[in-house]
């Protein structure tokens, strides 16, 4: 059974079969399934051995993944069990370091506030010191 057969004994073109999806489709499906042979015992469909190969790729994918998941975990544990035994892992007063560390950046955070704070205080400042400035030339170009 094929699409140019159906398309044949149906008396239509064989694109109208593939404009047709569910048609195309169920050309496919009959085409796969073994001729019916009563008496004979099971029998093992060509839909069947595919789904079996799509289930044991599908497997062989899983289990791939997995052994990289294990090898990258035993790499990194070794890593770990080596820098540690060596000598050259983190200096042992590190959460000592991170709080330093965490001290001076709230340090800067307070500086860059207090700068801006002194910023707009010296702008109002220079405001203020202009319009003094020009309140006095203005009262030295009356009395002059």
Not at 30 to 41: C, K, S, V
Not at 68 to 81: D, I, M, P, V, Y
Not at 115 to 130: G, I, Q, V, W
Request: net charge negative; glycine share 6%; aromatic share 2%.
């Amino acid at each position: 059974m094929s699409v140019s057969a159906v398309a044949r004994s149906a008396g239509v073109d064989r694109t109208f079969l593939y404009r047709h999806p569910d048609l195309l489709a169920r050309v496919h499906t009959l085409a796969t399934e073994p001729p019916p042979d009563a008496g004979r015992g099971p029998t093992v469909s060509r839909a069947s051995l595919q789904a079996d190969l799509l289930a044991a790729n599908a497997r062989g994918a899983r289990l791939t993944e997995r052994i990289r998941q294990l090898e990258q975990r035993l790499s990194e544990a070794l890593g770990q069990q080596i820098w540690e035994s060596t000598g050259i892992g983190p200096p042992m007063d590190i959460d000592r370091l991170q709080a330093r560390v965490t001290e001076l950046e709230q340090q800067n955070v307070d500086l860059r506030l207090r700068l801006e704070e002194t910023d707009d205080e010296l702008s109002a400042a220079r405001a203020a010191n202009r319009e003094l400035t020009k309140t006095i030339n203005q009262e030295h170009g009356k009395t002059s």
